[in-house]
């Protein structure tokens, strides 16, 4: 059985490279749940929609990537915490609006709890705000 950091390792590369909940599944109970205190995420509450909103996302940032800073594991919470900064330009069609060819570096937190070797839930932490206005999505 591989460990939670394998495991959250390869739900994080997954999920960052747009795969959709299809390539995160195997990672992840079922109903996994989902949080984030940001305004595009207010209405996701399960892991499979929020694998297949970066699957959309990375649709109109085509050149969507991440430079990881931090991956660290407690055991005894049974946690993944990964700390990154997503980089990419509104450049492909589809988003809030037409492509505004803008660019953001914004950084970001993944907090996955596991339950019996898979992802239970996971927090997002991050300032959408800062990177909408980035993308020129917001004044």
């Known amino acids: 059985m591989a460990s939670i950091t394998e495991t959250a ?3 994080f590369e997954a999920c960052e490279a747009g795969k959709g909940w299809a390539a ?3 990672h992840c109970h079922p109903d996994a749940s ?3 205190q940001a305004e595009p995420l207010a209405d996701t509450r ?3 929609d929020y694998c297949d909103w970066m699957q959309g996302l990375i649709g109109f940032i085509p ?8 991956f660290v594991t407690d055991a005894a ?3 993944v915490v990964a700390v990154a900064t997503f980089h990419g330009t509104h450049t492909g069609p589809g988003g809030p609006m037409a492509p505004t060819g803008k660019h953001t570096d914004t950084d970001y937190v993944y907090a996955m709890q596991f339950q019996d070797g ?3 839930h ?3 932490v991050w300032n959408a705000g800062w990177a909408m206005r980035e993308l020129g999505w917001a004044a």
């Open 63 to 70: 050149d969507g990537r991440y430079t990881l800073k931090a």
């Open 9 to 11: 390792t390869a739900f």
């Open 118 to 120: 898979r992802i239970r």
């Open 46 to 48: 399960s892991l499979r």
């Open 24 to 26: 995160c599944a195997a």
């Open 34 to 36: 989902f949080a984030a």
């Open 77 to 79: 919470q049974d946690c």
């Open 122 to 124: 996971m927090t997002k």
